[in-house]
């Protein structure tokens, strides 16, 4: 039998409360399913509320509200914290994706969240 999770875009207004929106969905009120994308792309493998099997699908309502919240302006403000503490040696490497962010180019927190679930969920996902 197929679990269904939905994501009610509407409340998706940054990352963080896209962690508690996708952890109260696999895992009711209060229920974790990572807080960065390491561990969200761990716990689409199976445990962690989601069936070993992989069977389920995330239906993700709404998703052009979700697109617009976590879209380039997110996405700058991410990479800034990350800028802020990455090694030297990637320095410029997250400057310059937080250059193209700010320019309003490249991936955004969006895409990174649907790539991971495309990628360790293939087929899971549906934006509705």
Same mark, same amino acid.
Do not use: I
């Given at each position: 039998m197929t679990v269904t999770y939905v994501i009610p875009g509407a409340e998706v207004t940054d990352l963080e409360r896209f962690w508690q929106v996708?952890?109260? $969905?696999?895992?009711g009120p209060d229920g974790y399913f990572g807080r960065?994308?390491?561990?969200?792309a761990d716990c689409l493998g199976g %445990?962690?509320?989601t069936p070993d099997d992989r069977d389920f699908v995330i239906e993700w309502r709404d998703h052009e509200l979700s697109r617009r919240a976590l879209g380039h302006q997110e996405t700058a403000?991410?990479?800034?914290?990350?800028? $802020?503490?990455?090694p030297e040696v990637n320095r410029a490497y997250v400057q310059g994706q937080l250059d193209e962010?700010?320019?309003?180019? %490249?991936?955004?927190?969006?895409d990174w969240l649907t790539d991971i679930i495309d990628e360790r969920a293939p087929g899971a996902l549906r934006l509705l």
């Open positions: 996708m952890g109260e $969905a696999v895992n960065n994308l390491d561990a969200f %445990g962690y509320g403000r991410r990479l800034r914290l990350r800028l $802020a503490r990455v962010a700010e320019a309003g180019r %490249g991936s955004t927190v969006f």
